[in-house]
């Protein structure tokens, strides 16, 4: 499936995950390209993804979601698939400004899959329709 953002951050998202696994760093040159990129949300993901924060639940039907922990300590429920996450900087920035691609917390969990360290967590399907519907809280 083609992801929603442009080329030139797939290709960050690539060149990240190659050297990455390769390394278990990621050079200067990428995090200057992160920023450029991304502007200043780039170290706030960044920050996250130090943290541990993102965790991708899934459910047994084949479900499955992204939580991210920011660093206030709410938790976010970022859908990666329709590029959405309900927090105020994404409705502000993202969807109301236009000056963003995305905000941390997406960040966070595209740098988390490009990095390979999602945190994994089974939930059940009823779980998963509650964390969907917003009922979990």
């Known amino acids: 499936m083609r992801s ?20 278990s760093q990621i050079p200067d040159d990428l995090l200057m ?7 200043p949300c780039a170290l ?3 920050d996250l993804v130090d943290r541990r924060s993102v965790t991708r639940l899934s459910s047994p039907s084949g479900r499955s979601v992204f939580q991210v922990t920011g660093g206030s300590g709410r938790s976010y429920t970022c ?7 309900p927090c105020p900087a994404f409705s502000y920035s993202v969807l109301r400004r236009n000056d963003a691609l995305l905000c941390k917390h997406i960040l966070a969990v595209y740098l988390c899959r490009a990095m390979g360290v999602t945190r ?3 939930v059940c399907d009823q779980q998963m ?3 969907l519907s917003g009922a979990e809280a």
């Open 120 to 122: 994994q967590e089974s």
């Open 129 to 131: 329709t509650a964390i």
């Open 33 to 39: 390209a992160l920023r450029f990129v991304f502007g």
């Open 44 to 46: 706030q993901a960044l």
């Open 79 to 85: 859908l990666v698939s329709c590029h959405y996450c």
């Open 4 to 23: 929603l953002l442009p080329a030139v951050a797939e290709q960050l998202f690539q060149d990240i995950e190659k050297i990455y696994l390769e390394s």
